[in-house]
T-cell receptor, first 115, second 110 residues
Framework: EAGVTQSPTHLIKTRGQQVTLRCSPISGHTSVYWYQQALGLGLQFLLWYDEGEERNRGNFPPRFSGRQFPNYSSELNVNALELEDSALYLC??????????????FGEGSRLTVL | GNSVTQMEGPVTLSEEAFLTINCTYTATGYPSLFWYVQYPGEGLQLLLKATKADDKGSNKGFEATYRKETTSFHLEKGSVQVSDSAVYFCAFEGGFKTIFGAGTRLFVKA
């Protein structure tokens, strides 16, 4: 069974540009989560999508946005890139249960460098 | 607000040493608690979890007990191996998201 896949694995952008990151969850998982892992700062929650809807959003500016498609894959878009957006962006999926999120299954991430 | 505090790293141990990585949390109610591990060059993966007070999660020789009195979930292993070298993240579910600590890097020397 394929795990969570993310693309691209690495990319370099310049300030002011826009970027789109992609994520395919594990088959059967309807929830997708996005996290930012900046150097030394741990994982910061960005967005949660479930069944095509945005369910929760972290403390990030509106230039961070995304969507989930009918096949449950997801995109994260970042507009007007700033230097501090340089980070590893992690996508995770879960089955979700009636009692909570449960175990998260992570991809290997997309490393974004903003110059 | 909801948060996780875990001991700062890096932690450097010799093989077969005892490991403790401290984790405390601030949350409403009694959330599910997790330890995730990130091996070099890999994504995060669940190491163990506990869903209610006094539960003990265990996996690969690692253990952690859900202590609601002290809001803690410390990770322990009796004898670490070089292959345990990784970054360990404490986490809990709260506010419709999973909240992670900053991570503790462990180096195990042969």
């Amino acid at each position: 069974e394929a795990g969570v896949t993310q693309s691209p694995t690495h990319l370099i952008k310049t300030r002011g540009q826009q970027v789109t990151l992609r994520c395919s969850p594990i088959s059967g998982h309807t929830s997708v989560y996005w996290y930012q892992q900046a150097l030394g700062l741990g994982l910061q929650f960005l967005l949660w999508y479930d069944e095509g809807e945005e369910r929760n959003r972290g403390n990030f500016p509106p230039r961070f946005s995304g969507r989930q498609f009918p096949n449950y894959s997801s995109e994260l878009n970042v507009n007007a890139l700033e230097l501090e957006d340089s980070a590893l962006y992690l996508c995770a999926s879960s089955l979700g249960t009636g009692e909570g999120i449960g175990e998260l299954f992570f991809g290997e991430g997309s490393r974004l460098t903003v110059l | 607000g909801n948060s996780v505090t875990q001991m700062e790293g890096p932690v450097t141990l010799s093989e077969e040493a005892f490991l403790t990585i401290n984790c405390t949390y601030t949350a409403t109610g009694y959330p599910s608690l997790f330890w995730y591990v990130q091996y070099p060059g890999e994504g995060l993966q669940l190491l163990l979890k506990a869903t209610k007070a006094d539960d003990k999660g265990s996996n690969k020789g690692f253990e952690a007990t859900y202590r609601k009195e002290t809001t803690s979930f410390h990770l322990e292993k009796g004898s670490v191996q070089v292959s345990d070298s990784a970054v360990y993240f404490c986490a809990f579910e709260g506010g419709f998201k999973t909240i992670f600590g900053a991570g503790t890097r462990l180096f195990v020397k042969a």
